[in-house]
């Protein structure tokens, strides 16, 4: 089996040309990697369909990759759609809970980049860096509705030259919304499922009206209760696209309205010492208030250490999000794009917990000081009156976010030349606020409550506003030098100015050994980022091609999340960053083969796959670390951020598509990581030996396959993916095993009277977790040795779904 896994993959690995593209394809330009961060040509859910081809790839220099709307649903209705490219090649995505809607426990590597190096867009709209606590952006299952999703595309290089990314070092996710459908008509779908799950979907299309327009209206409401503790995760969610399409050109206009409320998960610690004993998780005790009494009283939660229990935590997120785009065909050989977005965040994240954890005492001993030892128990009992009386206290960071930008495209065909100029600007304004407020024992707060600045806070123990400007440019040529042969070469510029306001300062030495968040403005620039590719029609059913390019991660902006200069505990640490610090780049270089063909092998009637090859230079890697007693003297005795040293990565993507007859295709993808430290580096006095470890978090070895059938009114799908072992240490001393797991799907398509209100009806069961495994899914990372905190593999739950169409 496995020899013919290594040949499917190595179909699927090699992203095809139209030619090479499953039937149902969006159709590709002209010329290699012209206009990639176009919106391709789909017209609704139901005409993306891909006839359970999971891989659906492109006319590019460069590995690319895509998963249609149609299949992202069948993995799970309302699934977050980067948990659904976790069945794609190179990709471990992992979260605590079935749909990947929880932001604060999800993992994402891509060949050993972690998700806030990677990049992402909506419809070509930037949506940041993904970093928990989001400054720069907002996720892909708050910007769209899952069932309005169109196409996802995975470009596991550093992505294309268009990308409004300033995180875009080891790929890009570019998430595509579904045009309004040609006819009229109206969706609704329901589903129900384990832990009180319920989830209403409902759209409504107008079809084609007047000279060419056409609109769609959705909205959606999710409730699910978590699976291991009484907190309720979901929301509403609204979306609306309108299309004017005409001989002149294409005019879209999208607003996303999204309101989400998510009790979290936390993870449990582990170290040498604890792992057998550690418990598989750490449930909140919410709204058992005097359960978490009595566990205050007796002492429980000392004895528990690091894996105390909280009463609640949970991230409130509300997000507006709209753009204005218009494509202009000025001829039949220069097209002029241009788009205009803006996007608000109002957000808040929340942990209601005992006073006494974690170095609280010393912290609150800054605010309300006493006599003796912050942690003696007259200060503890003055402590507890003060927060309400019940012993916890509750802890906010309160975000805002308004965006705006454009974007601009000019494109054109000259002769055997596709050239491509493009801009892209956007003005960001943020702040975080980080606030203490009581808990009182006669009326105990909710997590779905929104503590906010006019409920008087305790203690408001920073407030940091950010202003930032990017600006990005970029020029390409696709030139066809031989019908069969086609290069690439351009490059992008890239500039960030970022300022730091700080309106309110912590007291000094509230945070360990910080003095005060840091005040002023860091510019950086990276004007040629060059990109060079190659791409050889062997023959019309096999490609072969090749691409290397420099990319860059700005430095992240936000006081409260990431690794942040903003964040660093003086002004001095802060100076001494701008000196010496520079922002990460890298080198990525890949090649690869793909293919298309049809079959006469007994059962086996066609094949699909890619094969590629990558070789990953990663430099400038920054990590928060103690500083030297040198700099100490200098800068306090906060954490630093440093460049420590350089990564190199190699590895191979193979994956394929065997398909036996019309009813039956067999996918696998099987993906080798070889990710790993150059460089030892200090923090303190301490040598910390990383050159030669891996880079933990991302495994070696993955596998994922995808058997699809259908007959008649009938269709079914198994899923299965293998993760292989992964360091959970930078030393490598750590680590976690690999694991299988399995998810399924089968549906039925009842027949409608043609005549009647109902045109279709789709009824379909999904089951998450099969077998029921236990194991970690997301890995904090230990920074050094010892330690690392995992979230839990959500157990085995059941779904059904009522879809219907009018």
Known sequence: MMHVSSWLALGCALAASPALAAPAAPAAPAAADTAPAAQPDLTGADDAASDGAIVVTSRQTRSVASLAGSEIQKILPGINPLKAIQTLPGVTFLTADPWGNNEQNISLFIHGFSSSQLGYTLDGVPLGDQTYGNYNGLSPQRAVISENVGTVTLATGAGDLGTASTSNLGGTIDTFTSDPRRERGAQIQQTFGSYSTFRTYARVDTGTFGNGNSLYLSGVRQDARAWDFNGHQGGYQANGKFVH?????????????????????????????????????????????????????????????????????????????????????????????????????????????????????????????????????????????????????????????????????????????????????????????????????????????????????????????????????????????LPTLTVLGGFKSTFQNAEQRVPVQPIPGSFTGSVALPVGRI?????????????????????????????????????????????????????????????????????????????????????????????????????????????????????????????????????????????????????????????????????????????????????????????????????????????????????????????GRIAATVPMAPTGAIKSLVVSLNVTNITNKKAASTLSIGAASGTYNAFPVAPRQWFGTLSFGF
Do not use: C
Not at 265 to 281: G, I, K, M, W
Not at 338 to 366: K, M, T
Not at 448 to 454: C, G, H, I, N, V
């Open 245 to 481: 399409d005409d001989a002149t050109g294409k005019l879209t206009a999208y607003f996303a309205y999204s309101d989400k409320v998510e009790p979290n998960e936390d993870a449990t610690v582990f170290t040498a010492a604890n792992r057998d004993t550690a418990p598989y998780t750490r449930p909140f005790f919410y709204p058992d208030f005097s359960g978490v009494e009595n566990y205050l009283s007796s002492g429980a939660y000392k004895a528990a250490g690091s894996n105390y229990r909280n009463y609640y935590s949970d991230a409130q997120r509300t997000d507006y999000l709209a753009y204005l785009k218009y494509d202009w065909h000025i001829s039949d050989r220069l097209t002029w794009s241009n788009q205009a977005y803006y996007h608000h965040d109002d957000g808040v994240g929340v942990v209601a917990g005992p006073i006494d954890v974690a170095g609280l005492p010393q912290l609150f001993s800054f605010y309300f000081p006493g006599t003796g030892s912050p942690t003696s128990a007259a200060n503890l009992a003055r402590l507890s009156s003060r927060f309400g009386g019940s012993g916890l206290a509750t802890r906010t960071t309160e975000y805002r976010i308004d965006r705006g930008g454009v974007l601009s495209t000019v494109s054109g065909d000259f002769g055997k030349h596709h050239i491509e100029l493009g801009g892209w600007y956007e003005y960001q304004s943020s702040s975080a606020y980080r606030r203490w407020y009581g808990l009182d024992v006669n009326n105990p707060s909710t997590p779905y409550q929104r503590p906010r600045a006019y409920a008087d806070p305790l203690i408001t123990q920073y407030g940091s506003q950010v202003r930032v400007q990017e600006y990005q440019t970029h020029i390409q040529d696709s030139w066809r030098i």
């Open 523 to 743: 510019k950086t620039d990276k004007a040629f980022l060059p990109q060079a590719g190659l791409l050889w029609d062997v023959t019309s059913r096999i490609q072969i091609f090749a691409n290397a390019q420099k990319n860059i991660r700005q430095f992240q902006t936000s006081a409260a999340s990431g690794l942040s200069p903003f964040a660093l505990g003086s002004q001095a640490a802060f100076d001494l960053f701008k000196q010496q610090v520079r922002p990460e780049t890298s080198w990525t270089y890949e090649a690869g083969a793909r293919v298309d063909a049809s079959l006469d092998l007994g059962p086996i009637t066609g094949f699909q796959g890619q094969i590629s090859y990558y070789h990953v230079d990663f430099k400038n890697r920054l990590l928060a670390i103690s500083p030297t007693p040198v700099i100490t003297s200098i800068v306090s005795g906060a954490a630093i951020l440093q460049n420590v040293g350089s990564v190199k990565t190699d590895g191979v993507d193979v994956a394929g598509t065997l398909r036996f007859g019309p009813h039956f295709s067999f996918y696998d993808a099987l993906s080798y990581n070889n990710s790993r430290f150059e460089d030892d580096y200090t923090s303190g006095t301490a040598l910390v030996p990383t050159a030669g470890k891996k880079v933990p978090g991302s495994p070696k070895w993955l596998n994922k396959f995808v058997a699809s059938a259908h007959a008649g009114l009938f269709d079914a799908q198994l899923i299965g993916d293998y993760i292989g072992k992964r360091y959970a240490t930078y030393t490598n001393d750590l680590s976690v095993k690999g694991y299988f797991t399995m998810s």
